[in-house]
């Protein structure tokens, strides 16, 4: 076997070994799973004492089955027959006459979970992180290897069912507390701990009474009702299907040994082969793809010095400081410092549940009035108000306190870089590193470069966006970068929509009915009406696109949104109060007339070589923008619905509406 070593002891247990070939991570691959089953038929009939699967990676135990292999079926028949062998060989482990141990070093996660949950028990090496899940959801999907009617067994729908519908990993701790570890050891005892709970042979984890209770067939409609209620409210069935699904089939075979294995097959065989799936598969590997950008560097990035305590800087700050930068925060005045602070401290609280860590974490951001940790800084962030001048003035006092070979960064949303940088006697070592608001929820930032930038300062550049968890996206300077030009006209024609009567909540209703996280009249509250306004003055003057009256009017009166209470909505504790109905017609081509101008802006970043890769461009558009990621992306999107058809749909609601849907020459390069 290529992938699996085995030993069997003077005791008469069976250790075996899971180092997968030429891999960092142990997947489930067929060519894994092959040698599993041929090795399981080998030991099926031999008079072990026991069987205990352990990992050969220090990176954890087993990550998942190999996402790549599923872009390989596009046949429902031919996914539901590999499904079903995974279930039968884990089904020969289950059934095995011999006390059998997963032994859990790290992660396990999707297939690599529902493996260990296979065997009788489960020991887990202590840690704090969250090793153990079941994410499947996050592909469209669920778990097809049995774990839809293994995890409500072992720990009950109440436990359960929660894992498999968010995808979120939890902690070992919790995994014993709920049932689904049976033992918490150390890389010291890890394998006697194994050898007695072989040796002990108690029975094995079945899910409490009161979950045997819910889940008589009379009681599983109530309990129905109330799981997809709280889906409902997350995700929409005809966006994803998947967590639906998963009610469903606990619904109708109440985690079932007899059918529920072969209900899941089918689910999992169906669901594999739809759009949703294949584009959220697609996401994944443009995650990865997001996080290949840029070169190995040798500099390392240590303290972090942050000019700019508005809530752009000093949340910077904060989250620089909880992924382990040391880091300072400057503004005129510690008054001005202080909100970010406090901030900060309630970022802290709610990431950071050790005491100790969240101590330390306090201690890596300091308020600095003065500057002094310019000179210290291997990375200087200026995050100060959208002034050319302002800005300039600034980069030449940095420039003569920050260390030789420190990087510069700006963190402007709309100002080109070629017109920053003019006052630095080393340009090409300028970038932009630009964040999103909220800055600990979106999970993108644009790495902005000038056609002369330094390599090794976008290299420095990326190797930081990445070293704190987010995904950088490579854009050349120019007006609105990529996120914020491909948010302007969308956003601009809901104010349109709204000045013509169409009423708002009908507006937003639409986009949320595409996939969008939230509709436009409610995203240009939550920005800041302000914000909306300056950006439209900016990316209006480029592309000769006229600011909206409204929102001139609206600053006027210091409507801002919902940092104000009152904008387009009303706001009560963060959550805008929409009106149940308004008054106005809702013209049959609204979700075109919003969603057509983003995907013809996408076209117009990429001719114009904001972006040089339309997969990179659809993924900084998915964790930018929150584009539906169910729907791959604007291009992606364009693809799939017809690139001609998309085009003339732009050239009927040009000819209706007007030049501003003009399709953009780009769409003949795709």
């Excluded at 539901?80 to 059998?100: C, H, K, M, S």
């Excluded at 436990?159 to 049976?182: E, F, H, S, W």
């Excluded at 799939?640 to 501003?660: C, F, T, Y």
Aim: net charge neutral; with cysteine; hydrophobic share 40%.
């Amino acid at each position: 076997m290529e992938n699996w070593t085995s030993e069997t002891d003077g005791d008469g247990i069976a250790w075996l070994r899971l180092d997968k070939a030429d891999s960092k991570v142990n997947v489930l691959s067929s060519d894994v799973l092959l040698e599993l089953g041929s090795f399981i038929d080998s030991i099926a009939t031999k008079p072990l004492k026991g069987l205990v699967i352990y990992s050969g990676k220090s990176t954890g135990f087993v990550m998942g089955a190999d996402i790549s292999e599923f872009t390989t079926i596009d046949d429902p028949e031919r996914a539901y027959e590999v499904t079903r062998l995974g279930q039968e060989l884990f089904n020969r482990i289950e059934a095995l006459d011999y006390p059998t141990v997963a032994a859990l070093n790290g992660f396990a996660l999707g297939g690599g979970l529902e493996l260990a949950m296979a065997f009788d028990y489960r020991l887990a090496l202590a840690s704090k992180k969250r090793v153990l899940g079941l994410p499947e959801v996050k592909l469209g999907l669920h778990p097809g290897f049995g774990g839809t009617v293994r995890i409500i067994q072992i720990c009950g729908v109440r436990q359960g069912m929660p894992i498999m519908l968010t995808g979120a990993p939890i902690t070992v701790d919790k995994a014993r507390r709920i049932g689904l570890v049976d033992r918490i050891a150390t890389e010291d005892n890890w394998r006697q701990a194994s050898k007695e709970l072989i040796a002990a042979a108690t029975p094995k984890q079945t899910a409490p009474l009161v979950d045997k209770i819910m889940n008589i067939g009379l009681l599983r409609p109530l309990v129905k009702s109330m799981l997809i209620k709280q889906v409902a409210s997350k995700a929409r069935k005809d966006h994803y299907p998947a967590p639906y699904a998963m009610i469903d089939l606990w619904s109708r075979f109440g985690a079932s040994t007899e059918k529920g294995y072969e209900g899941e097959a089918r689910s999992f065989a169906k669901l594999m082969c739809s759009s949703t799936s294949r584009n959220l598969v697609r996401v994944f590997f443009l995650q990865s793809k997001l996080k290949g950008q840029g070169n190995k560097t040798e500099k390392k990035i240590e303290h972090v010095h942050v000019v700019g305590a508005g809530v752009m800087g000093g949340d910077i700050a904060a989250w620089c400081a909880l992924r382990g930068h040391s880091v300072t925060l400057q503004d005129r005045e510690e008054k001005y410092v202080e909100p970010a602070m406090a901030r900060a401290k309630k970022l802290f609280e709610k990431r950071v549940r050790d005491e100790d860590e969240r101590a330390a974490t306090s201690a890596r951001l300091l308020s600095d009035v003065n500057g002094d940790g310019v000179a210290k800084a291997d990375l200087v962030i200026e995050a100060i108000f959208e002034n050319l001048e302002a800005k300039q003035t600034l980069y030449k006092s940095l420039a003569q306190k920050m260390k030789p070979d420190a990087l510069l960064a700006t963190n402007t949303s709309s100002i080109r870089l070629e017109d920053l940088r003019t006052v630095l006697d080393k340009p090409e070592k300028f970038v932009g590193i630009h964040f999103f608001n909220p800055v600990a929820l979106m999970p993108l930032v644009e790495v902005i470069r000038c056609g002369d930038t330094d390599q090794g300062a976008l290299d420095q550049g990326f190797a930081f966006v990445k070293g704190i968890g987010k995904f950088p996206l490579e854009c050349l300077s120019s007006p609105g970068f990529v996120v914020n030009r491909i948010l302007a006209p969308y956003m601009a024609e809901a104010m349109y929509l709204a000045e013509s009567g169409v009423p708002l909540v009908a507006i937003d209703k639409a986009a949320e009915k595409f996939g969008m996280p939230m509709g436009p009249i409610e995203l240009i509250d939550s920005v800041g009406i302000d914000v909306a306004l300056h950006v439209s003055k900016v990316l209006g003057a480029a592309s000769n696109r006229p600011v909206p009256a409204v929102l001139e009017e609206m600053v006027e009166k210091g409507h801002l949104g919902r940092k104000s209470g009152h904008g387009f909505y009303e706001w009560q504790d963060g959550k805008a109060v929409k009106p149940t109905a308004q008054a106005g017609n809702v013209p049959d081509d609204l979700e075109d007339r919003l969603i057509l101008p983003m995907v013809n802006e996408a076209v117009a970043c990429l001719a114009d070589g904001v972006v040089t890769d339309s997969d990179l461009l659809d993924a900084g558009v998915i964790f930018g923008t929150g584009f539906a990621p169910f729907r791959g992306g604007p291009v992606n999107y364009a693809r799939e619905r017809g690139l001609d058809a998309v085009r003339n749909s732009l050239e009927k609601l040009s000819s209706i509406h007007g030049d501003r849907f003009n399709p953009h020459p780009g769409w003949s390069d795709l």
